[in-house]
């Protein structure tokens, strides 16, 4: 089919019909190509027209350049047929014009001319923007040809514009299925972020969430915790908007409060530790921490409440700060008396409202320990002796009874009403078992008001076992005590019994000795006076063993009793040094004693006088060949004895020890002593108030200081057994 269009009608026609080429359309594929002719002739014209009219082409007829441009600022067309000399508008000027629009720069154009064939017009027209050039008259066949292959090209492009745009909608389209599942999935994230929050609010069991708004300060939400934990139904938080400021205890109401105002003003987070008030009348405790976030609304804010109960966890650290108390009481002492009465009082009054503490097995009854309240240990101790009370499991599990008032004999019932005159008496008993027996029975008594819960039936247990280890401790103290006191006992009465043939076997060995000095001198003669030296010396011996012996046993029993009097030391240190005179003479050994001048003083003068003798019988005995010193000075208020030999000396490791009761170095286990000496004379002068030192080189020779306060009283408690 072929079309012939003036420009009249063609720019009357209807707009989406005659631009199939703007943005976003499509031509169709049956669409005829519009062909538009320009030429300032009508012969001509009518000459282009019977030449191309075909099928498939719509051919729009244009008389001069000027209409060409004003049917292409409406419409599109594929090839333009355009004869170059025309009045006033000329084709190449007219293809510039073309050209330089973008919408139409494309369009390609053929020039058609019967004079302009020479070189520059040719020029010129492609310089314009020609893709052909046609010269009058044009060979029909030639010209049907080259329209033919333009139309062509020109529904080429189409198809390729539609293809494009095609492509485009299907990007589009791919674009917006894409965005369309992203936020589907970000939806859906969403709920089940939501569904999750939902399912871990409503599982959480150790806490409330709620939720206040800010301005008000009303409740807006509460998780369904909130009646499980206080008891009271969820509805009532949201149709009670200030319900949650009722519930909390006054004394912890200004605080919390303070806190949501806060948090809603836009301050932080904030933490606060409260009370929630239950319904059955007690009150929990509970870490509240508050924020204010944004609201499910959008554009809304709330304050966002998580309060997580800590009434287990206080009530926890409540027991453990129990147990301590109870470890340092019970650890305080090892009396037995003490400890029944520390085991008595521990778990008053935060377990119980009484406590009774009863041994077994004493003789002539049990020791019975007792913590109650003002007033009631008389009642308290008649009801721990009543017969009917259930003895505890001996493996150290508590017994609870609920109403021990339904259990007990009249005597024990009447105890009771003394006690509590009206309501439940609960008790709980634990056996006191150490080392695989029973000791007694820890008891614990609560009046009306008080309950025992798992809690602490599990701390009563405990307190029970810790008890139980300290009165056996205790006990094993007091037996050890008897026992020494038993052996200190028997050493004296065998030192005393010692001493009593020793005294007389040393008086009739030195008869002995004068008796037989007096005899003619000879080899038997000497021979029976050495042997009745060595008789001599170790009857000595013995009975300074045997006084030590009695000594230390003075001692642990007694401490060390002192009778000050006035003497000169100077005149205790002479005697001292004479004793030994002789006997260091006959060794051959000197003995040097100086003294700055009179040492008056006030001291016990037998304990000074066995502290000298003790320190100079070391120096002879251990001091070998060489000489002892004593030399006696008076520095500032003291009096300073040393006493010195030049033996072997002491060692360093053994040095800090020698005052050590029964420490005995290698020297001391070869010659067979006890190692109390130094420790007799140690408790002596620390007795008077004074101490005692020893120094010794490394090249042998050994000193030994004494220091002692001069008119002087001896320190308070000097006496005491250590």
Known sequence: MSLTTDIDAEVRHDEHEREPSRPGAVAHAAAPARLLLVDDRAENLQALESVLRAPGHELVLARSGAEALKYLLRADCALILMDVQMPQLDGIETARLIRANPRTRAIP?????AVSHERRFVTLGYDAGAVDYLVKPV?????RAKVASFVELHRARQEIARQAALLRRQEDLDRRRALAEVELRALRRERA??????????????AIVWTVEPESLACTFASPSAASILGEPVERWTAEPALWTRLVPSEDRERLVGAVRAAARGRGALAVEHGFARADGGVARFVTHVELVPAQDDGRTEVRAFSVDVTDAQRAEASLALLDRAGAALAASLDLGATLEAAARL???????????????REPGPILAVASPAGGEPHVRALAADPALPP?????????TRHLEEALGRDGAAAARALWPAGPIAAVSVALAARGRTLGTL???AGPGGAFGPRELRVVEELGRRAAQAIDHALLYREAREAVSLRDEFISVASHELRTPLTPLLLQTRTLVKLVAGQPAGADRDGLLDRLATCVRQV?????????????TRLNSRGVELSPEPFDLRDLVGDVAARFRDELARADRALVVEADGAVPGRWDRLGIDQVLTNLAANAVRYGRAGPVAIRLSREGGRAVVRVSDRGPGIPSEEAARVF??????????????????????RRIVEAHGGAIAVESGPQGGTTFTVELPIAAEPPAGAGAAG
């Open 109 to 113: 154009i053929v020039f058609m001319t």
């Open 139 to 143: 060979d029909p066949a030639l010209l």
């Open 193 to 206: 972020a939501q569904d999750r929050y939902r399912r871990l609010v409503e599982g959480i069991s150790h």
């Open 347 to 361: 778990a008053l009054p935060d377990l119980a409202d009484a406590c009774a503490v009863e041994l077994h097995g």
């Open 392 to 400: 505890p499991p001996a493996d150290g599990s508590a017994h609870l």
């Open 443 to 445: 008891r614990l008594l």
């Open 540 to 552: 000595d011996r013995m009975s300074r063993l045997v006084a030590n012996l009695l000594d230390v």
């Open 660 to 681: 050590e009761r029964f420490f005995r170095g290698q020297g001391a286990r070869a010659d067979g002593g006890l190692g109390l000496g130094l420790y007799i004379c």
